[in-house]
């Protein structure tokens, strides 16, 4: 095993090389547990153990001796057995550059095009990159997008990425001619057009300071593995604690030992077995590994017939062949081929397909695999292998899948491989899915029909849907009655495929009404293709992207971050003795715990002891705010997944084992309370319930024309942050002292409720942050639970315990933003100006009360004047786990409810949209429902720069032109403004200049991406007139900077700014004698001589924000210092059919006052945009009725992906409009700009009006946020969607419930 390859010793860049015997490789060990436990190479990070965030990218490489090729392959480490890598040489972004030696410049490239925030995702986006070009060192721009396929970014909105990246491409033709007269759109963008956008923008990185990329100088394969490889396989066993691994060294050895051992499991890439032993429980013994055995890897042609592909042909290779026919043979022998690569496209990332192989997907024989509705539409010929018998299988006869996951395979034999027929015309697949890159589906099929010569009578035809039954089905029926292919035969097959393919209501994965209606409208789909080809008809053109201004500082950590260097919590290297802990959780909603026992937990190796509520020395009460919960259950449970204790071992492995051995009885209790609905009928709500009101509804109501009344539900997000929530603690052994690592964006707080747990006092314990992998609210409050236990488990076992969740645990116990429900009544004038609005609010707030409180009143108008106006605010008590701050904190709940409204008035008057709303914008000067008057208004501005910048009128034209054109695919606009209060209290700073110059800072906010810690750098380089590079910011910590306000509500650099510069000022002044006497010395000069003339050189700041404080009561107060304003316009296309939008345009205008550092700021405008732009249209996290979380990872969890920004994004900062209220005129950009998303939300909404015009429905109508494919076809009523309603509430139990 190599680690990384071998440099030659003439390369200028040093890279860290080394080669790795392991005699005793652990079968159940992955290779990224292998780097970063044993290894301690932690560059490459975890970020979800299941193939679905990209974060653990590394690239393997192997010399092929069948192809006479080195390959190299970026692959999951979280699911490449270590046992698996035999031979191969593997890179880790250790071994690619550091910052001490050289960086690569792939590392170089993202760093200095602002790519990385957080940084915990980069370094596996860049071997993502480092392997493709390694394989292709021009690639074009689609290549990029397909290789970052398999990774997520929760930080920047990926635009910066591929701006950087870009570089790297072939300067013509880069997007494949996707671009406008043929030309690449991601260099041409609009500009070609229009000329200059209105806003000049300025570049934000120059590429010309870019090192160029040689790929002479890249690490070669190593020889000893090229000269091993090519010698003859043998048979290897790894013996494990519990399982043993056995690589055949060929076909007749395999059969053999499935003869001898016919319950072993056959593993090839991993990607389904890694995930059913991680998170299905499942164990398997003995493992057989066919990997390299030849006959699986074979490729054969036969000429007429098809392709006969061995069964362990990764799905990457099997691509590569079909597109090489493809590009060879008349499109309409390839049908087939086209059909699969179109399905393998949206099939996983990259990362999966490099391993996953044909005979892996085929045999796991899931119900919603991309490929077998294909292979069984296709009619694919199967051959079936076991000891001296050798068998034959046709698909399009039914297939092999007996049950869910269960084939009719006998136990000793295995598929050897498969034949992929040339195309019987017609042929075409389709999958559905909640995203489209990387994600499963909720309905896919391969439909294949074949005429008699000449006419249009049907010889043959196969429908095969996955996603409609346990298994993949072919709907034979429907098809046996389809004789002729005309319109008649349209509406009867649609009438037998409603019969066919039916569902129960409750049927597992939900969304039952729209499948049904899928499987409907994907047929007609087909149908329409087929009658486009007859008729030989072709398709349309392409989109552009991009506009920047700005001018930028890179984020200080952006080199080390994409190095891997930098240190993130569970980075921080192993304390001698150290143990592990993992969470025990609840499985019951409500519930008192009868008994724990731990018998079968204690029992597994390496446990070192159970942690539970009495083990808390202090005390077990805790909140952030009031202490409404208990570090760890202990009488009774009140969510699924409320921790109650935890296991303490050796290793993550034995830890994590024991903790699902631990058995918990208990007592149901009732009610239980998982809906907003639930928490209404049963009046389960938190006090106080908040009034906001001003003028006189019944006066507002009787001055209107027309009274309305509607309803919206938002739906809740998870943070998914790439970094889980971590902490390490270490006792310090006397006086109760614990130092505690953690990735929290509150340190006092975690400082102050340990100390409350451990019963020591406040000074006694220590919390420090290096960095996080992304907050966003999410490790503002729910972190100290973790942390606190994980002391509590230090203090009782006396030595340094670690715990980092998984991302399962995460996504279960730690909660997110606030689910919503809004009802109003509104009262308008017939042209559209609002008179009155009465507006409930509930939010789902779960089993504590955390940081709920009623802010999305404060965000009820939105950027509306409304004379008349009552808001209430209602916060549920439920049994979810309890719900946090997350970025905009109940902010855009509370606009979204006011959008809806609005866009209900417009649709009611028959007005559009963008001029009701800007009929009924404030003006500078007005005052909003809590009284706050409006000074240095700038949403007129934006308003206008954004319609301008977006081409409004001409877009709307367009639109409303395609509209008229299109009856299946209907394009739509939206203009949306945002209004964001920025308030917080206070913060602290501490300033040492050392005797050689050089500054350490420490403030109280912490570092997570957002660029703070470069800010804060910038403002104390200007303050005390130095270069930046003499000040260094190493951690936050509570032993510097003490009580500090969480680093939330985005006023993190407006406090920590303030409190930076104010104790820069005070060593300014002391310093200011020495830098008169010698004017023309240096800084060191005057700090030299102040020290001498001993002047103390450390100073703290401190900062509180003046004139805050609001009055629910009375309606007094400004609960806000000021606030941030931007306007967005989006435009999408949907497809009616199956409910999928593309985001066609979106610009941006907002107002951050006079920029920090524009090139951070507008990292946070995109960053937040994409995250709105999930939290709207594609988020959605799934509960059974007895609040079980089924979206547990980014397999079932879709945050967006690359393929996700829209094809063109221009993103302005609005210029002159300083803010005298924060530091430098700057202005808070961290949470205001996610609002804007809302602009992709309504734009589909308008796309939807239009579908809805075309049966004959006008005026308002609901649609729920997200706006997901479901929600959007089920919107688009028309015939289809009439065959399938819903089924009646009430009349069964559904596999899900809206919370
Ligand atoms: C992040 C992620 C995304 C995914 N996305 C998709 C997707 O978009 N669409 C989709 O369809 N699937 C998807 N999958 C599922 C999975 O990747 C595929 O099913 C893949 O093809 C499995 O191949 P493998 O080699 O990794 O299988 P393995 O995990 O190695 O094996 C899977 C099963 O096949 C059996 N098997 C393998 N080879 C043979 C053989 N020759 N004879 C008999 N049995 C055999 C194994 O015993 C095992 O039961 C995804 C998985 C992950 C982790
Ligand atoms: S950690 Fe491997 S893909 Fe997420
Ligand atoms: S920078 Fe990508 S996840 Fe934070």
Redo the contacts with the bound molecule.
């Keep these: 095993f190599h680690r990384c390859e071998k440099t030659p010793p003439a390369q200028p860049r040093s890279v860290f090389s080394i080669q790795i015997v392991e005699k005793n490789a652990e079968p159940e060990m992955t290779l990224l547990t292998y780097l970063r436990r044993k290894l301690c190479l932690t560059g490459t990070k975890l970020g979800c153990a299941?193939?679905?965030c990209g974060a653990c990218t590394v690239m393997v490489s192997r010399f092929h001796s069948n192809r006479n090729a080195i390959v190299h392959q970026a692959v999951n480490a979280c699911?490449a057995p270590i046992c698996s890598l035999h031979h191969c040489a593997v890179t880790t972004v250790e071994g690619i550059g550091s910052v001490a030696s050289k960086v690569h410049p792939v590392q170089e490239r993202i760093a200095k095009a602002h790519g990385s925030q957080c940084g915990f995702c980069t370094p596996g986006i860049v071997m993502s990159m480092y392997a493709l070009l390694r394989n292709n060192p021009q690639p074009m721009m689609r290549d990029i997008e397909e290789a970052f396929q398999g990774n997520l970014c929760r930080c920047t909105g990926y635009r910066p990425i591929l701006e950087g990246y870009k570089t790297f491409t072939k300067k013509e033709g880069c997007c494949g001619s996707r671009g406008k007269a043929g030309a690449c759109y991601m260099i041409t963008g609009q500009k070609e057009e229009k000329g200059d956008s209105t806003n000049s923008v300025q570049q934000l990185f120059d590429p010309s300071e870019f090192m160029p990329l040689d790929p002479t100088q890249e690490i070669i394969f190593p020889p000893e593995l090229m000269s091993l490889s090519k010698q003859p396989l043998r048979e290897l066993r790894f013996i494990g604690e519990r399982m043993q691994w056995i690589q055949p060294s060929s076909l007749k050895e395999l059969l053999q030992l499935k003869a001898e051992y016919p319950a072993a499991?056959?593993?090839?890439?991993?990607?389904?077995?890694?995930?059913e032993m991680k998170y299905k429980n499942q164990f398997y013994p003995l493992i057989l590994a066919?990997a390299f055995i030849d006959e699986?890897n074979s490729i054969h042609h036969k000429c007429t017939l098809g392709i006969v592909f061995g069964?362990?042909v990764t799905?990457t290779l099997l691509g590569n062949v079909l597109h090489g026919e493809v590009n060879k043979l008349p499109s309409y022998k390839t049908e087939v081929f086209q059909a699969i690569l179109r399905q393998l496209h949206?099939?996983?990332?990259q990362q999966?397909r490099n391993?996953?192989?044909?005979?892996?997907?085929i045999?796991?024989a899931?119900p919603?695999?991309?490929?077998n509705p294909v292979f069984m539409a296709a009619g694919c010929k199967l051959t079936l292998m076991s000891k001296g018998k050798i068998n034959i299988f046709f698909l399009n006869l039914g297939s092999k899948v007996v049950c869910y996951r269960k084939t009719a395979?006998k136990p000793e034999e295995?598929?050897?491989s498969i034949e992929i027929p040339y195309t019987r015309k017609y042929f075409s697949a389709f999958k559905q899915s909640p995203r489209k890159e990387?994600?499963?589906?909720i309905v896919t099929c391969g439909m294949n029909v074949v005429f008699w010569e000449g006419s249009n009578i049907v010889q043959d035809i196969q429908l095969s849907y996955g996603g409609m039954a346990s298994t993949t089905v072919l709907a034979t029926t429907t098809t046996c009655e389809m004789l002729l292919w005309d319109e008649e035969m349209l509406q009867d097959a649609c009438s037998y495929l409603t019969e066919e393919m039916t569902l129960s209501p409750s049927a597992p994965g939900g969304m039952v009404a729209y499948r049904r209606t899928l499987t409907i409208s994907l047929f007609f789909k087909f149908f329409l293709t087929v009658q486009h080809k007859l008729a030989q008809e072709a398709v349309p053109p392409g989109q552009n992207m991009d506009d920047v201004i700005g001018r930028p500082i890179m984020h200080l950590s952006a080199v080390k971050q994409a190095t891997g260097e930098a240190v993130y919590c569970d980075d921080i290297p192993c304390y001698k003795n150290e143990l592990y802990l993992a969470l025990v959780t609840s499985t019951k909603p409500h519930a008192y715990i009868k008994s724990i026992d731990t018998t079968d937990a204690m029992a597994v190796p390496g446990v070192v002891t159970f942690v539970c509520a009495k083990d808390i020395p202090g005390s077990n009460k805790t909140g952030p705010v009031v202490y409404d919960e208990t570090v760890l259950a202990d009488e009774k449970v009140t969510c699924v997944g409320h921790i109650v204790g935890a296991i303490v071992a050796d290793t993550p492995a034995h830890a994590q084992r024991a903790a699902k051995a631990v058995r918990i009885s208990y007592q149901e209790l009732q009610a239980v309370i998982i809906t907003i609905q639930d928490a209404i009928a049963n009046e389960s709500f938190y006090q106080p319930t908040r009034t906001i009101e001003r003028g006189d509804l019944t006066q507002g109501f009787q001055e209107s024309d027309n009274i309305l009344q509607g309803e919206i539900h938002i739906g809740g997000q998870e943070h998914f942050y790439l970094e889980t929530n971590c902490t390490l603690a270490v006792p310090r052994g006397e006086d109760g002292e614990m130092e505690l690592f953690v990735s929290t964006q509150s340190t006092a707080k975690t400082q102050a409720l340990v100390a409350k747990a451990l019963g020591v006092p406040a000074s006694h314990i220590v919390c420090r942050v290096k960095r996080m992998g992304g907050g966003f609210g999410g490790k503002e409050t729910r972190s100290t639970i973790l942390s606190t236990i994980v002391a509590v488990a230090a203090h009782k076992v006396k030595r340094a315990v670690r715990c980092m969740l998984d991302r399962d645990e995460d996504m279960l116990v730690s909660g997110g933003r606030h689910p919503f429900f809004g009802r109003y009544k509104v009262g308008f004038k017939k042209n559209g100006k609002v008179m009155a609005l009465d507006v409930t609010y509930y939010s789902n707030a779960g089993n504590s009360m955390d940081l709920s409180l009623s802010r999305a009143l404060l965000h009820m108008d939105n950027c509306y004047n409304i004379p008349h106006v009552r808001g209430t605010g209602y916060i549920c008590r439920t049994n979810l786990p309890s719900n946090t701050a997350f970025r905009g904190f109940g902010g855009p709940q509370g606009m979204m409810v006011a959008e809806s409204w609005i866009n209900d008035v417009a649709l009611s008057c028959g007005l559009p949209a963008e001029q009701v709303r800007e009929l009924n914008l404030y003006k500078q000067g007005e005052y909003t429902p809590f009284n706050q008057c409006l000074e240095q208004f700038t949403i007129d501005r934006c308003w206008r720069e954004c319609m301008n910048i977006s081409d409004f009128h001409q877009r709307k034209a367009n639109v409303e032109l395609y509209n008229k054109q299109h009856r299946w695919t209907k394009r739509g606009l939206s203009i949306i403004p945002t209004k964001f209060g920025i308030s917080f209290t206070a913060a602290g700073a501490l300033v040492h200049i050392y005797t050689d110059g050089s500054v350490l800072l420490t403030h109280g906010g912490t570092e997570m991406g957002q660029g703070l810690h470069t800010k804060m750098v910038q403002v104390a380089s200007r303050t005390l007139e130095i270069p930046s590079t003499k000040i260094f910011i190493s951690e936050t910590s509570t032993n510097t900077v003490p009580n500090t306000s969480p680093t939330a509500a985005s006023a993190s650099s407006d406090l920590n700014g303030m409190a930076v510069y104010n104790a820069c000022k005070t060593l300014l002044q002391r310093l200011e004698p020495y830098k008169a006497k010698n004017p023309k010395g240096f800084w060191e000069d005057w700090v030299t001589a102040a020290y001498f003339d001993r002047v103390n050189l450390s100073a703290n700041g401190f900062y509180k924000t003046p004139d805050l404080g609001y009055d629910f009561e009375t309606n007094s107060g400004h609960p806000f210092n000021y606030f941030s304003y931007g306007v967005a316009v989006s435009e999408v296309e949907i497809d009616c059919l199956t409910g999928s939008h593309k985001n066609l345009h979106t610009s941006i205008v907002m107002d951050v006052g006079k920029s920090l550092n524009p090139a951070l700021d507008i990292g946070q405008v995109e960053g937040a945009f994409m995250q709105g732009v999930g939290l709207f249209t594609l988020e959605e996290l799934r509960y059974s009725s007895q609040g079980y979380l089924y979206t547990r990872g980014p397999?079932m969890y879709k945050i967006p992906a690359f393929g996700d920004i829209p094809t063109e994004l221009k993103v302005s900062l609005l210029r002159d409009a300083p803010n005298e209220k924060a530091i430098f005129s700057s202005k808070a950009v961290g949470e205001p700009p996610l609002f804007l998303a809302a602009s992709v939300f309504y734009a589909i909404k308008d796309a939807i009006t239009a579908a809805r015009a075309e049966s004959g429905l006008i005026g308002p109508f609901r649609l729920d946020s997200p706006a997901t494919p479901e929600r959007i076809r089920n919107a688009c009523e028309d015939k289809f969607t009439k065959l399938c309603p819903p089924p009646e509430p009430g009349t069964y139990t559904p596999w899900d419930v809206r919370v």
């Excluded at 499991?265 to 995930?275: A, H, P, R, W």
């Excluded at 949206?346 to 990332?349: E, I, K, P, T």
């Excluded at 391993?355 to 997907?361: E, R």
Aim: hydrophobic share 55%; net charge negative; no cysteine.
């Design positions: 299941e193939g679905g699911l499991k056959l593993v090839v890439g991993n990607t389904e077995v890694g995930i066919p699986l069964a362990s799905l949206w099939f996983a990332g999966i391993v996953a192989a044909i005979g892996g997907n045999m796991t899931s919603i695999s991309d490929l395979l295995i598929l050897l990387d994600d499963i589906a397999g």
